[in-house]
């Protein structure tokens, strides 16, 4: 039993580094369409998709929590990365909306209350919806200007979140819900950016 055990520990750590390894290779990327003027990153969606998985990310480590906070926390590095790189080159910014910082207002709000609640499932919903509505200026964008993002960025993440499942024990709405909400999300967004690829 013991055997199994550590057998069943070690593949766990193998898909979370795979996972972990494909996102930072998919931002890398990324970064290099920004640096090479191809790439146009809306800020406001990056900066939440930053903020959300980092505070997770700190606080299941706080937890105790190990090689399962791996994903999470690349999933909020990754974007870190892309501000940075962003801002450092200041015509590679998309110019936001109203729409853009209404959306980012609400989201905003979303990661509030999933901070300040104590049921893990209303917190789980919350950041849902706070990812989501940071994620709606980035979709309109890719929809309507396909040409100024990098579908690779959105591609990896899909993986990531693949190998976060594949490595999970338990299967419960907690475990489950942001992950296959990010698999939903950054499908639609590739599908935007590569929708006349693939349907002419």
Known sequence: MRVVLVYTGLMIQYLVLVGAAV?????????????????KPNLV????????????????????VRWAILPTFMVGFGPILVVIIALLKRNAVWQPTRFDYVCGGFSLAALVLWLITS??????????????????????KSWQFPETES?????????????????????????????????????????AIYR?????
């Open 45 to 64: 969606s990056w900066v939440l998709w930053a903020v959300a998985p980092m505070i997770a990310a700190v606080a299941a480590f706080s937890a105790g």
């Open 196 to 200: 006349k690829k693939i349907f002419g």
């Open 119 to 140: 049921q893990p499932a209303v917190a789980i919903t919350l950041a849902i919806i706070s990812d989501g509505l940071a994620a709606l200026p980035t979709l309109r």
């Open 151 to 191: 579908g690779i960025g959105y591609i990896t993440p899909i993986i990531n979140m693949l190998t976060t499942i594949a490595a999970l024990q338990v299967y419960s709405f907690s475990e489950l819900a942001f992950p296959i909400y990010t698999i939903v999300i950054n499908t639609a967004i590739s599908l």
């Open 23 to 39: 996102s930072l290779f998919g931002t890398s990327v990324y970064i290099r369409d920004i640096l090479r003027g191809h790439t």
